[in-house]
């Protein structure tokens, strides 16, 4: 397969990014957008009288996380990628994925039926559907201006084919979230994940030239999605959130034979800032650290001298 993208720079501050040059998903070199937020949960999203909205990102350092804001101008119902086709992707295989994923995920987005109590069961194969389409979407806005492309082309052909997620490397969860103050809509935190023995092999030159990783979160209405990708396999598939005020988060992807009650304990403000950064924490926790000492271990080894070591996601 030709190569899809090319990296340019943004023109306000000439930070890198992937912009589409075919369709990322068959190649082909005619594209229009795609909304991130489909138009049928536009009715469940902020009113129309919203002049910006926030899309968040993350940077982790050895000690530290950095969060910001990027202000967006405009209605987040406007949000489109230019990165697909019209013919074979946009109005073909990815319209059967949102007509699929519509009637199923509209009981999860509609903050009214969560205040009136309403509950309902979300089955084993419609789980696999939900999380297909968030996939579908964290693919997609991967090649926004304040992005970074991290999924191999070859991910993105195996969800046009088969009309699922990859089956390894992804994880995607749910929850019912009512929101009261926290601002974000789209959170969008790429990050490279080396394992600290490919970590010693770079040396001590550790700047992240390029993505491997990401981890993604969309709010639709009361419905809150978050998506994990990375070469990390067996770290991504078995995470698991332990949000600070108890509110329920369900792992859809990896597939289990479990259905879901829901909307079980309902998420608030700090449990969806908790779950939107929750890896990066374990990264600055758990992982820094072991790479830290591996790479140190490997340079002192070397050359008897104490590297100079930095993480950056």
């Known amino acids: ?88 992707c946009n109005n073909g295989w990815m319209r059967r994925v949102e007509n699929l994923a519509r009637p199923i995920m509209i009981p999860l987005i509609d903050r009214d039926a969560l205040l009136r109590g309403e509950t309902t069961r979300v089955l084993p194969h419609q789980q696999k559907i939900i999380a297909t389409w968030a996939v579908l979407k964290a693919m997609v806005a991967e090649f926004d201006a304040h992005s970074w492309a991290t999924t191999h082309h070859s991910q993105r052909k195996y969800l046009m084919k088969r009309l699922t997620p990859p089956a390894h490397g992804w994880a995607v969860w749910i929850g019912a979230y009512l929101r009261v103050s926290w601002p974000t809509h789209w959170g969008s935190s790429p990050f490279l994940y080396l394992s600290p023995k490919q970590e010693a092999r770079r040396g001590a030159n550790l700047a992240a030239t390029f993505y491997n990783s990401h981890s ?31 509110g329920s988060i369900f792992r859809i992807w990896p597939p289990s034979d479990v259905s879901i009650s829901w909307p079980g304990t309902i998420m608030t403000d700090r449990d969806a800032d908790y779950v939107a950064t929750d890896l990066y924490d374990d990264l600055l926790r758990k992982v820094a650290p072991l790479i830290k000492e591996s790479i140190e271990s490997a340079s002192t080894a ?3 001298a104490t590297p100079f070591w930095r993480w950056r996601v």
């Open 302 to 304: 070397r050359s008897g």
């Open 216 to 246: 993604s979160t969309q709010v639709i209405g009361s419905l809150f999605i978050h998506v994990l990708r990375s070469p990390a396999h067996d770290y991504i598939e078995t995470w698991k959130f332990s949000p600070p005020d108890g």
């Open 1 to 88: 397969m030709a190569k899809t993208f090319r990296t340019t720079r943004r023109k306000h501050d000439n930070a890198p990014f992937q912009k589409a040059t075919h369709c990322i998903f068959c190649g082909a070199p005619q594209m229009n957008g795609e909304h991130i937020f489909s138009r049928w949960s536009h009715k469940f999203l902020p009113s129309r009288s919203m002049k910006k909205y926030d899309v968040a990102r993350v940077d982790a350092k050895p000690t530290q996380s950095d969060r910001f804001l990027i202000k967006r101008t405009g209605d987040i119902r406007d949000w489109k990628v230019q990165s697909v086709c019209e013919t074979n």
